[in-house]
């Protein structure tokens, strides 16, 4: 009786440390990310980011216009206002992989769902590229090319887009297209060469669009007056 109550209490214990530092850790591998074109990759100082979707309702962001020109990009920052706000980074890097522009290969290490707001298990996740953004870049401007990839299942020996139960280690995200020559399984992969290519592109800046709505504000009161 004792010895079982002792066995509850440590596994009550370690159920606790477990919640505690629950993390998870993802392997994000990409090949080949492009420049808008598609006529070359992006290089590989360039920015990529992990988006999650933390509302259940897909991503605002893989549209154009739909990121604000001049957003941080703070880890739990949300990409954008317009539409809810809730696709949020939850991890930032420069490609950096050392033998080939365009690759992709990078290890988050531990991050907790906690960190950002919202993020919970079951969410979707998405790549970003920014080919014309340094990885170490503090903001994203307006009117900046970028790709987006996101699949909710898995393909090419990966696994689905979507965050898995808290904790998990190495879940490996792939995106892979038919060009892809270093990691990717080259005319086999799941997606086209063009799916590589970043043609989507940033907005204004907030204040800007305040500016502008100010504007039109103005005008319309001077319209009136004249009548
Ligand atoms: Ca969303």
Redesign the pocket.
């Known amino acids: 009786m004792i010895r079982k109550f002792l066995l509850l209490c440590s596994l009550v214990g370690l159920f606790a440390s477990t919640q505690a530092e629950a993390s998870i850790s993802f392997l994000i591998q990409a090949d080949e990310l492009n420049n808008s074109a598609g006529t070359g990759p992006m290089a590989k100082t360039g920015l990529f980011l992990l988006v999650a979707?933390t509302?259940g309702?897909?991503?605002?962001v893989a549209s154009s216009n739909t990121i604000n020109g001049d957003v941080s990009t703070a880890i739990g920052t949300s990409l954008s206002s317009l539409t809810?706000g809730?696709?949020r980074i939850v991890f930032k890097g420069a490609l950096g992989y050392p033998s080939a522009d365009g690759v992709l290969d990078a290890n988050t290490g531990s991050l907790n769902l906690s960190s950002v707001t919202g993020w919970t298990t079951g969410d979707s996740l998405a790549l970003l590229w920014f080919p014309d953004v340094a990885g170490n870049a503090s903001t994203i401007p307006a009117n900046s090319s970028y790709g987006f990839y996101t699949r909710a299942t898995a393909a090419d020996g990966t696994s689905a887009w979507v965050t898995p139960s808290d904790p998990t280690s190495n879940y490996l995200l792939g995106f892979f297209t038919q060009d892809g020559a270093e990691l990717s399984p080259g005319p086999g992969a799941a997606n086209p060469a063009s799916a590589g290519n970043a043609t989507l592109v940033t907005g204004v800046p907030e204040p800007s669009r305040a500016v502008l709505g100010m504007m039109g504000m103005a005008v319309l009161a001077l319209r009136r007056r004249r009548r």
């Not at 309702?57 to 605002?60: K, N, Q, S, V």
């Open positions: 979707s509302a309702d897909g991503f605002a809810g809730d696709d």
